[in-house]
Structures are given as C-alpha cells and as structure tokens.
C-alpha cells in the first residue's frame, strides 16, 4: 500500500459516516414511538346479582367493552381527554343498565335528580350540576358550567335555568329516564321503610358511572355522573358533582372517579385524598387508591378508578364487585363486574 495513511483516513470517515447514519434522531418522513394513553372507566360498585342470567352479565360485559373502545379509540386518534371523558359517559348515561342518566334510579317522591361533574388537570378547571332534572346527558351541562361560567357547582332549579341557555344542551321529558327496574327498586325500598332505618335503605344502590384518561398531550381528565341513591330525600347530594370527593384531576398525580356511599366519600375527600398521597408521600397510584378504599373507608363503601400521570391504572374496590374497564397505548385491554377481569 502506497498511502496507508490516506487509507487510514478514508476508513475513518466512512466508519464515522455509518455510525452517524444509524443514531440521527427521525425526520418527519420517519416512524416515531406513538404517544402515550391510557382510560378506566367505571359503572358503579353495586355489583349485578352473580345469579344473573349469562345473557345479562354478557350485556353489561359488552356497554362496558364499548364505551371502552369508543375512549380508546378517541385517544389513540388524538383526542383530548376532556372531550374523550365527556363522550364515553355519555354512552354510559344513555344506557339504561346504569345508574346515570337513561336507567337514573327514583327518589322518595318519585322522581329523578341528576347529577354529574368534570375537571381537566392540566389547569384544575371544573364544572359541576347537581339535582337536574330535563337534562338528557348532565355531563354535557357539567363541562358547560366549567366552560361558560365563573362557577364551578350549579343545583337544582339554578342549574335547569342555566341549561336554558345552552342551545346544544339536550332536554327530555323527566320520564325519560325511568326504567321498569328502577321502578321495582323504589318499590323495594318502599316496602323495607317500614322495618329499616333511612340509612339501612337508602345504602341499597351505589351506582355511578365516570371516566379517567390520560391523552396523548400529557394532560390528566376525570369526570363523574349518577342519578344518586334509590329513595334519596330532601334534594340529597353525594359526591358525584363535589370536585375533590367524587372527581379529582391534576396533570401532576393522577384523575380520579369514585363510586360508592357517597356522603363517605364526602367526608374523606376520597378522590383528593388519593391525589394528595400521590404527590405528598410519593406513592403510586396504586398504592394510593389501595390505602383509601381499603384503609379511610369502611368495607363494603365503594371503588375508584384512578389513571396516574405516568399511564399507570388502577381500579379498586372493596365492595362485592365494580363494573370496570380499563385500555391504554400498550395493548392492554378488559373489562369486569367481580373479581376477574379480561377481554
């Protein structure tokens, strides 16, 4: 070799060259890793009777796989979480195997009093209605309250005045909402008053339905919606539209949705509890739902759905069972009434 230091420096170059080519970062034209989701949604931790025909449990197995898909599928397409948490409880509100909306359980008198909340946690805005009566979908109303006022919780006669106003907000009859098992449930409450306390009977149903995700965006949202407690009296609110008991975003912790007793849920701040141990005491999600369903509340009070800002899910309960589903960017995928829980 004539020139083994020109050959030297050629190989150099062309080594250096090859090493370049495989570490640039991607261009627009390349492939990049899909961001990250994640949703869990909820419909209620009163559990269906396991001695349900396999035609119902497959039923309320199926709303659950759908309103599920219906979020991830918002998600993976790159839909904020506020818009995906708003869309799936409304296909939970329409259904009228839960305790939101179509299928809201009745009150003492007969009636039906809706209530619901959302929080976007990348601000801490929130909304809320409670006590509503002609609203088809009181989610839709909650975001409206947290997107067009300077208040964060309108009831009753306020909240119905309010929706007046709001031209895309659906009104319904107030027998809208009425289902034959409700009606069977009220019933059933009837006939115990005269052998049980108001507190025996009121605890019967612990319905709710909520949603938590994570958007691609980074940014953290919760909401929560229920037609309250069969026999409820006096205009009685739960935790449902209360922003820190029933619903709880921060894009620094985690979303949260509970369901259960709500006036326990209430007295604990359960949803900000979960958050506050999240970002105080370092817990992970986890961690954190398990210690406050399982340690502050009592058996048999109710679950949560917690989505962590990190993607990570969980859902805990410590009653019989809790309808449940949860999805995020990995694949993961399911769906459950009691223990098990799969595709």
Not at 147 to 170: K, M, N, S
Not at 181 to 205: C, F, P, T, Y
Not at 227 to 236: A, E, S, V
Not at 281 to 308: C, K, M, N, R, Y
């Amino acid at each position: 070799m004539r020139h083994p230091l020109l050959l030297t420096i050629l190989c150099v170059f062309l080594l250096n060259g090859l090493w370049s080519c495989q570490n640039t970062q991607p261009t627009e034209s390349q492939p990049v890793e899909a961001p990250s989701w994640a949703i869990a949604i909820h419909a209620g931790a009163g559990a269906m009777d396991r001695d349900s025909s396999p035609e119902a449990i497959e039923a309320a197995r199926e709303a659950l796989r759908r309103a599920v898909r219906l979020g991830s599928g918002m998600l993976e397409q790159g839909s904020t979480g506020l818009d995906t948490v708003e869309a799936v409880i409304q296909v939970l509100e329409d259904h009228p195997r839960f305790n939101a909306g179509r299928g809201a359980v009745f009150t003492a008198d007969g009636r039906h009093e809706l209530d619901a909340s959302i929080m976007d946690g990348s601000n801490l805005a929130c909304g809320a209605v409670a006590g509503v009566r002609t609203v088809k979908n009181p989610i839709r109303l909650a975001r409206r309250v947290m997107e067009g006022t300077r208040h964060v919780l309108l009831a009753g006669d306020g909240a119905e005045a309010f929706a007046d106003t709001q031209a895309d907000i659906v009104r319904v009859a107030p027998d809208y909402f009425s289902t034959e098992e409700r009606r069977e449930s009220l019933e059933r409450w009837k006939q115990r008053q005269a052998s049980a306390s108001d507190i025996e009977v009121e605890n019967e149903w612990k319905s709710t339905v909520g949603c938590v995700v994570l958007d691609q965006y980074g940014h953290l949202a919760a909401g929560t919606s229920t037609g309250g407690m069969t026999g409820k009296r006096f205009g009685r609110v739960g935790d449902s539209p209360i922003i820190g008991a029933g619903t709880f975003a921060d894009d620094r912790t985690c979303a949260v949705s509970s369901t259960g007793t709500g006036e326990e849920y209430i007295r604990h701040s359960v949803a900000r509890d979960i958050s506050d141990r999240m970002r105080y005491l370092g817990f992970d999600a986890q961690t954190a739902a398990q210690q406050v369903i399982h340690e502050v509340l009592q058996p048999d009070d109710g679950g949560v759905i917690v989505v962590g800002s990190d993607g990570s899910i969980a859902l805990i309960f410590n009653t019989e069972g809790m309808f449940r589903g949860a999805a995020d960017s990995t694949g993961f995928f399911g769906v459950g009434i009691w223990e098990e829980f799969g595709e």
